[in-house]
């Protein structure tokens, strides 16, 4: 079955980028995606991607897509405290809905 | 617009209770998902329901484990008798599978379960 997996933890500069990063490894997965969790909250859908795209960029959000490397990344640009929570990559297949989550980043943002 | 809600937000009970989860989807969407949270295991789907039958229940831990989704708009959860590895934080999915694509699941804010 389908593996994602993502770094445990990730501390950057208020105002800097954070870049962060997550491998799978079914190459029949379609969609990819990030969510957002916040303390005592549910998931929060950030962004997707097809398969078939390299990159999207919502706001200060952009996505890259490696399909050869199966790597996808999300890069937050002037990174707020208010961006401080946990991080799940995950992916699915297009035909089906399971979707295999990431075990999730805690994003660490120091003012 | 309603988001998936989900009740009740807390619920602490004593071991060997019967507990009830409850899922109202988004309007609209037919497929829900149930989802388990822990430290240890990260997040797991125990089932996930397409037009209202069960599809994929693979995920249920065992037996004293239970779903239901009577109707479009209302599924739940039991734990019948409950055990403090219950412990957990679980959480309901809905989404859109249609002919054109399948659409990003939407959650709940869960219910935090402790068994005492």
């Known amino acids: 079955g389908e593996d994602v997996e993502q770094s445990l933890f990730l501390s950057v500069r208020e105002g800097d980028s954070s870049v962060i990063n997550c491998t799978y490894t079914?190459?029949?997965?379609?969609?990819l995606y990030w969510y957002k969790q916040e303390p005592g909250a549910g998931l929060q859908l950030l962004t997707y991607?097809?398969?078939?795209?390299d990159m999207k960029q919502d706001q200060r959000l952009t996505v890259l897509l490696n399909k050869k490397d199966k790597h996808l990344s999300l890069r937050i640009a002037d990174t707020q405290t208010g961006d401080s929570a946990i991080y799940f990559c995950?992916?699915?297949?297009?035909?089906?809905?399971?979707?295999?989550f990431g075990t999730g980043t805690k994003l660490q943002v120091i003012p | 617009d309603a988001g998936v809600i989900q009740s009740p937000r807390h619920e602490v009970t004593e071991m060997g209770q019967e507990v009830t989860l409850r899922c109202k989807p988004i309007?609209?969407?037919?497929?829900l998902f149930w989802y388990r949270q822990t430290m240890m295991r990260g997040l797991e789907l125990l089932i996930y329901?397409?037009?209202?039958?069960?599809?994929?229940d693979s995920g249920m831990p065992e037996d004293r484990f239970s779903a239901k989704m009577p109707n479009a708009s209302f599924s739940t959860l039991k734990i019948q008798p409950s055990e403090p590895r219950d412990s957990a934080v679980y959480f309901c999915?809905?989404?859109?599978?249609?002919?054109?694509?399948?659409?990003?699941?939407?959650f709940g804010d869960g219910t935090r379960l402790s068994i005492l």
């Open positions: 999915a809905s989404s859109f599978m249609g002919r054109g694509g399948n659409q990003p699941q939407h």
């Open positions: 079914d190459s029949s997965s379609t969609y």
């Open positions: 991607i097809f398969s078939n795209m």
């Open positions: 995950a992916a699915s297949e297009g035909g089906y809905q399971k979707v295999t």
């Open positions: 309007s609209g969407h037919n497929s």
């Open positions: 329901f397409n037009n209202n039958v069960p599809i994929d």
